[in-house]
């Protein structure tokens, strides 16, 4: 017989409306983690999005069916992985430009056309939805904001389904190996390989530390400092105050343009460093996968600052390791950034 520490459904009322008002108010409390969820397992917010909206839609007409021999939660995430690996199996994989091909050759402007945005992983606002420091559950192995950062969800990206799946349910959400193997329909031991080989190829894929180790390093003064003197340097144009910022191997890509940079001296000649005489470009800070980022505005004709690009910074130490400008300005409004700037008297 269930209980209602396992069944939070069992006092929902039989009148439809209320019904429904009711059902809402239970995922509420897990829909900010279940959108991250889809998140990590898409690497798209805007898959997400209709992600989490058709598993809700098919746990509202499974509600009847479910006999609380999970709890709600566990059911919710079940529900939302199964839609996660559908949407796998019917598009190609995202990534960043550095997993798509080889750096740029210095000096040149960008060879190809941008490509669709489907094709790239895209930011993810985790101020907005609210995904709060510590892990999930006490047997994760991650923190929450750890699982957001970009490297870590673009190696995701990499793994194949199960994996992937495997390696979410445990480490992020914490999920035991018999959950685990339930909602993979599969058993105990496969799901245990399924998640040793995941972690082996992610540990190949993303750095010793983590964003929040350094970010915490830091502290706040720091991490301030930072983005006022990097948003100052590309505000004049400073390209010497830009690179002494630098770390010698850094990155810098911009999809949905395929080519990217790696050196501080093939940054310098890029097509990526800002031209034109300034102001041309103002920036607005936010936060995106649990990393520093800015909102940048280019200045149009009539002296409005429109938005152009979400800069993703990653840090080692106290230079910037990596760029990722997320060239999507309809993004601005998710991460609730202005839809414009005024001009400068």
Same mark, same amino acid.
């Given at each position: 017989?269930?209980?209602?520490?396992?069944?939070?459904?069992?006092?929902?009322?039989?009148?439809?409306?209320?019904?429904?008002?009711?059902?809402?108010?239970?995922?509420?409390?897990?829909?900010?983690?279940?959108?991250?969820?889809?998140?990590?397992?898409?690497?798209?917010?805007?898959?997400?999005?209709?992600?989490?909206?058709?598993? =809700?839609?098919?746990? #509202?007409? &499974?509600?009847?069916?479910?006999?609380?021999?999970?709890?709600?939660?566990?059911?919710?995430?079940?529900?939302?992985?199964?839609?996660? !690996?559908?949407?796998?199996?019917?598009?190609?994989?995202?990534? !960043?430009?550095?997993?798509?091909?080889?750096?740029?050759?210095?000096?040149?402007?960008?060879?190809?056309? *941008?490509?669709?945005?489907?094709? #790239?992983?895209?930011?993810?606002?985790? +101020?907005?939805?609210?995904? *709060? @420091?510590?892990?999930?559950?006490?047997?994760?192995?991650?923190?929450?904001?750890?699982?957001?950062?970009?490297?870590?969800?673009?190696?995701?990206?990499?793994?194949?389904?199960?994996?992937?799946?495997?390696?979410?349910?445990? /480490?992020?959400?914490?999920?035991? &190996?018999?959950?685990?193997?339930?909602?993979?329909?599969?058993?105990?031991?496969?799901?245990?390989? *399924? !998640?040793?080989?995941?972690?082996? *190829?992610?540990?190949?894929?993303?750095?010793?530390?983590?964003?929040?180790?350094?970010?915490?390093?830091?502290? /706040?003064?720091?991490?301030?400092?930072?983005?006022?003197?990097?948003?100052?340097?590309?505000?004049?144009?400073?390209? @010497?105050?830009?690179?002494?910022?630098?770390?010698?191997?850094?990155?810098?890509?911009? %999809?949905?343009? %395929?080519? #990217?940079?790696?050196?501080?001296?093939?940054?310098?000649?890029?097509?990526?460093?800002?031209?034109?005489?300034?102001?041309?470009?103002?920036?607005?800070?936010?936060?995106?996968?649990?990393?520093?980022?800015?909102?940048?505005?280019?200045?149009?004709?009539?002296?409005?600052?429109?938005?152009?690009?979400?800069?993703? =910074?990653?840090?080692?130490? @106290?230079?910037?390791? +990596?760029?990722?400008?997320?060239?999507? %300005?309809?993004?601005?409004?998710?991460?609730?950034?202005?839809?414009?700037?005024?001009?400068?008297?």
């Amino acid at each position: 017989m269930p209980t209602s520490s396992n069944l939070e459904t069992v006092a929902l009322p039989k009148g439809r409306g209320d019904r429904e008002a009711a059902f809402r108010e239970l995922i509420d409390r897990h829909r900010a983690e279940l959108h991250a969820h889809c998140y990590r397992m898409l690497g798209s917010a805007h898959d997400a999005d209709d992600a989490l909206q058709d598993a =809700l839609l098919r746990a #509202w007409r &499974a509600l009847p069916r479910f006999r609380g021999d999970s709890s709600l939660k566990t059911w919710l995430y079940r529900i939302a992985t199964n839609v996660c !690996l559908d949407t796998i199996a019917r598009r190609p994989k995202r990534v !960043l430009p550095i997993d798509y091909g080889p750096p740029t050759r210095p000096g040149t402007a960008p060879g190809r056309p *941008a490509l669709p945005e489907s094709q #790239w992983i895209e930011p993810y606002p985790d +101020e907005r939805v609210g995904i *709060a @420091d510590g892990a999930t559950a006490p047997e994760a192995r991650l923190e929450r904001r750890e699982a957001l950062e970009l490297a870590f969800v673009a190696a995701l990206q990499h793994l194949p389904p199960r994996q992937r799946t495997t390696l979410i349910l445990r /480490d992020v959400l914490g999920f035991s &190996a018999k959950e685990t193997a339930e909602s993979l329909e599969t058993t105990v031991p496969a799901a245990n390989g *399924a !998640l040793r080989r995941a972690r082996a *190829a992610i540990e190949e894929r993303i750095p010793e530390r983590s964003q929040q180790a350094t970010l915490r390093a830091l502290g /706040d003064r720091k991490l301030r400092e930072i983005v006022e003197r990097f948003a100052d340097c590309f505000e004049r144009g400073d390209i @010497d105050a830009i690179l002494a910022m630098l770390t010698e191997d850094v990155t810098f890509a911009m %999809p949905p343009f %395929p080519d #990217w940079c790696r050196s501080r001296d093939d940054v310098a000649k890029s097509w990526l460093m800002p031209e034109g005489p300034p102001p041309r470009l103002r920036y607005v800070a936010t936060r995106a996968n649990g990393q520093l980022a800015l909102g940048t505005y280019g200045r149009r004709a009539d002296g409005v600052y429109a938005p152009i690009a979400l800069d993703v =910074l990653t840090l080692r130490g @106290d230079l910037i390791s +990596e760029v990722i400008a997320f060239r999507n %300005p309809s993004a601005f409004g998710r991460f609730e950034l202005p839809g414009r700037l005024p001009a400068l008297s």
